[in-house]
């Protein structure tokens, strides 16, 4: 929706138990770690976040150094708000994604319109995150469209999983949500 400045994608709710690396992944990729898949490819999430005027930067990346410590580069882009909306028994509800996930204080809750990268794979130029499904990332696997302000990195070894999904705040599992992304107000 241009003219109010956000992007409605339709989904479902994927994940309602455990630890989480996504808020939104493409069919077939990462719902066992997502709260919700939706049903568009990321290209068009990145393009619709285009045409609402937001301008992407880079994903962040993570590597250890040769010297055992960890470098972290966060991800650039415009400010993103990421919401969720579903109707259950009657009643619309609108909340910020972060209300779905426990351990976001252990985080800064900031989104960022990071919009994944190209590569070349099997000779072929596509765009990483209709291959890997990231669309919106909680941990860093640096081809988000979406991500966290902060790196955080995606393995346990460097940091330990503290982001969990609040089971007694979503709904359940397989019940239709709209991811709403927009621009900050």
Known sequence: MPAERRVEVQGR???TRGFLEQVACGRGSREHESLLVI?????????????????????GRWFNLPDG????????????????????????????VQAWVRGMAAVDARWVFAGSRFGTWNGVESYAADGSGSVVGLVTFGDEVVALHQVVPDRASV???VLRADTDAMPPEGHPVTLILGTKP
């Open 13 to 15: 709710v994927a994940c």
């Open 39 to 59: 049903e568009a490819p990321a290209s068009v999430v990145h393009a619709g976040l285009l045409a609402i005027g937001l301008r992407s930067g880079h994903p």
């Open 69 to 96: 410590r960890v470098q972290l580069e966060p991800p650039e882009g415009d400010e993103v708000t990421v919401r969720v909306r579903w109707s259950l028994g009657g009643l619309e509800q609108e909340v910020p």
């Open 159 to 161: 940091r330990a999983p």
